[in-house]
């Protein structure tokens, strides 16, 4: 692994990047600065269950791939700058986070800095890839189903897929072909991975870092913002399943040498 001097305790890099697919997990981080950990309130618990706890391991079948560990609550990667940090309860599902009911303007600023260093090393990294022709960047995140409680049903099946491919912002007349390759891939159990119940844009579209690829690399980058329902633990407990995150993790990996295949008809 190797990272960029002062940011490394924010992004760090897995891999050669020297191929057309990487992976980001950028809700997986648990991590805050001290001072971000002493101004807050909220139960670490609470926090876990809002977090993307083991999508990293998710992402790591992926062997070009960023690391982050700081927590979505420190800085959000995956929104705009402007809505980037949790200030109020308004900012993050009504959650009561900071002492006093709001993050102070000094360490608000260092929360930005913790974002910028983020997109500022993540850049050059995929300008490069860039160079060589169309890529795809895999957005791992993964989401909460069981929002009524412990001992409540999940939500419905019908309206909460295993996997939600996200491509609210990519050139579909491009990479329509590739988008639909990859679904028929996670879904096919003769590629020894599933099937996985993958479907488009039902809940989630994907956002800023898709946003943000999309509008810098035209034509050229290609973001799927991939939500995995966490079937693969208790999203209460915290308890991870490791069987079922590993056909999870096999399920993903099943799905990449198609995705190469459709990139390489793009160059």
């Known amino acids: 692994m190797t990272d960029l001097g002062g940011t490394s305790d924010a992004v760090a890099f897995a891999g050669e990047w020297d191929g057309p697919v990487v992976a980001t997990s950028v809700h997986a981080g648990h991590e805050l600065r001290p001072e971000i950990a002493e101004a807050m309130v909220l139960e670490e618990s609470e926090r876990f269950r809002e977090e993307d706890p083991w999508t990293d391991r998710i992402a790591s079948v992926v062997p070009d791939r960023v690391i982050t560990a700081r927590s979505r609550f420190e800085a959000d990667l995956n929104r705009p700058r402007r809505e980037a940090v949790y200030r109020t309860p308004e900012d993050c599902w009504g959650l009561e986070v900071w002492h006093g009911g709001t993050l102070s303007d000094e360490l608000f600023e260092g929360s930005l800095a913790t974002y910028d260093a983020f997109y500022d090393a993540l850049a050059p990294r995929l300008d490069a890839l860039a160079e060589r022709g169309p890529f795809v960047l895999l957005d791992v995140h993964s989401y909460n189903h069981r929002r009524d409680g412990a001992d409540a049903p999940p939500a419905p099946a019908e309206d909460n897929p295993e996997v939600n491919v996200g491509t609210g912002s990519l050139d579909h007349d491009l990479f329509g072909p590739l988008v639909e390759r990859f679904m028929g891939d996670l879904r096919d159990a003769s590629l020894g991975c599933g099937p996985l119940d993958a479907?488009?844009?039902?809940?989630?579209?994907?956002?800023?870092?898709?946003?943000?690829?999309?509008?810098?690399?035209?034509?050229?980058?290609?973001?799927?913002?991939?939500?995995?329902?966490?079937?693969?633990?208790?999203?209460?407990?915290?308890?991870?399943?490791?069987?079922?995150?590993?056909?999870?993790?096999?399920?993903?990996?099943?799905?990449?040498?198609?995705?190469?295949?459709?990139?390489?008809?793009?160059?």
Request: with cysteine; net charge negative.
């Open 199 to 267: 479907r488009e844009n039902v809940a989630f579209e994907g956002r800023n870092l898709a946003w943000w690829v999309h509008d810098r690399y035209p034509r050229v980058g290609c973001v799927l913002a991939l939500e995995f329902k966490k079937t693969f633990m208790d999203e209460w407990t915290g308890e991870l399943d490791e069987q079922r995150l590993r056909r999870v993790q096999d399920g993903l990996a099943a799905a990449l040498p198609g995705l190469h295949d459709e990139l390489a008809k793009l160059r």
